[in-house]
T-cell receptor
Framework: AQRVTQPEKLLSVFKGAPVELKCNYS??????LFWYVQYSRQRLQLLLR??SRESIKGFTADLNKGETSFHLKKPFAQEEDSAMYYC????????????FGAGTRLFVKA | GAGVSQTPSNKVTEKGKYVELRCDPI?????LYWYRQSLGQGPEFLIY????????DSGLPNDRFFAVRPEGSVSTLKIQRTERGDSAVYLC???????????????FGAGTRLSVL
């Protein structure tokens, strides 16, 4: 069965510190992986996807198939990064069912 | 408006009643998803439409839940005989079809908060 695990419910760091939000997945096929973000009083929105190999707002994420991980990283956290972050996995065989993790709330302290 | 629109934004109903939740996707988006999000949890997949057909409805929890998308645009999630456990935020997302090689970027609505008393 497909599963996405985000082990930390809350992550608190100081401004300027590095941040890593962990995501592990379980899927027997070849997954499509995403990070979605929800800022306060805003809708859930895409942050980045592994297929694009891009950096958005200074965030990067590398798919590690050996460790089945897709951790989100940023070298220097900013206060405006405070938000709820969800890791998501989409299957790509037949339908495109998407499984979300439980989310990690990132709090960046001044 | 260019975004995904969900109505109503809030719905309060009594146990046993029937409710309908509506989703207007972004124009031209062929894929549409419904999710349910309970407090402290991530969105839980319910159903995925590609055009008018439900390509994957494996997330619908039981036969009280049903969704339609008759013309390949607007979708309605229908819940019969509501139970208190159905209380949650119901999210809709739409996506342009990018083929199997593309990662489906989903654009989310603001959600409908359903409260079953």
């Amino acid at each position: 069965a497909q599963r996405v695990t985000q082990p930390e419910k809350l992550l608190s760091v100081f401004k300027g510190a590095p941040v890593e939000l962990k995501c592990n997945y379980s899927y027997s096929g070849s997954p499509e992986l995403f990070w979605y973000v929800q800022y306060s009083r805003q809708r859930l929105q895409l942050l980045l996807r592994h297929i694009s190999r891009e950096s958005i707002k200074g965030f990067t994420a590398d798919l590690n198939k050996g460790e089945t991980s897709f951790h989100l990283k940023k070298p220097f956290a900013q206060e405006e990064d405070s938000a709820m972050y969800y890791c998501a996995l989409s299957t790509n065989t037949g339908g495109f069912k998407t499984i979300f993790g439980a989310g990690t709330r990132l709090f960046v302290k001044a | 408006g260019a975004g995904v629109s969900q109505t109503p934004s809030n719905k309060v109903t009594e146990k046993g009643k029937y409710v309908e939740l509506r989703c207007d996707p972004i124009s031209g988006h062929t894929a549409l998803y419904w999710y349910r999000q309970s407090l402290g949890q991530g969105p839980e997949f319910l159903i995925y439409f590609q055009g008018t057909g439900a390509a994957d409805d494996s997330g619908l929890p039981n036969d009280r839940f049903f969704a339609v998308r008759p013309e390949g645009s607007v979708s309605t999630l229908k819940i019969q005989r509501t139970e208190r456990g159905d209380s949650a935020v119901y999210l809709c997302a739409s996506s342009p079809y990018e083929g199997l090689a593309g990662g489906h970027i989903q654009y989310f609505g603001a959600g409908t908060r359903l409260s079953v008393l």
